[in-house]
């Protein structure tokens, strides 16, 4: 492993000890061998639809802090498209600019969380056009007995 690479080791291991203490996301591993691919759950954002959902996304954090993952959502929420990179605006790999470098890991899944409920302007690549209630809703059930080959188990999670 290269210097560079231990370096940016340092910053995601801090920052996974700082997700530990925040309640609404929880990082997982799928690769033990691969610190730099996140697996993370986190809860759909208050007084919407979403609420009481928990949604799994999977970060590529290759080029990370210096440019953004690739961000991809892996269960169905009414809001994204599953396992298609989501472009968001200077958050994510396939639309970087504007991404400041440092950009907190849970501050981009925040961002991913908020904008589920987003009215209009539905972004870009990834985002689902037009919200469907009785989708989100159907999903939003779904979504806490979701299970991940990472580990995650929404069942127990966030009780
Ligand atoms: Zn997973």
Redesign the pocket.
């Not at 991940?148 to 995650?152: E, F, I, T």
């Given at each position: 492993m290269t210097n560079v690479e231990q370096t940016r080791m340092k910053i995601l291991a801090k920052q996974f000890g700082d997700m530990k203490k925040n309640h609404n996301m929880i990082a997982?591993f799928?690769d033990k061998m691969n610190p730099f691919n996140w697996?993370i759950?986190f809860k759909g954002p208050v007084d919407s639809d979403f609420q009481g959902g928990i949604y799994?996304c999977?970060l590529k954090l290759t080029n990370y802090p210096d440019k953004p993952p690739e961000i991809k959502i892996?269960n169905e929420s009414g809001a994204y498209h599953v396992n298609q990179a989501l472009c968001i605006h200077g958050l994510s790999a396939n639309n970087p600019q504007d991404w400041t470098p440092g950009t907190q890991i849970s501050t981009i899944v925040e961002a991913l969380s908020m904008y589920m409920n987003l009215r209009t302007d539905r972004g870009g690549l990834g985002f689902i056009k037009v919200l469907n209630q009785e989708a989100i809703k159907k999903h939003r059930d779904a979504s806490i007995k979701f299970k991940?080959?990472?580990?995650?188990d929404h069942s127990t999670l966030f009780k």
């Open positions: 997982f799928p697996h759950s799994h999977q892996m991940c080959s990472c580990g995650a």
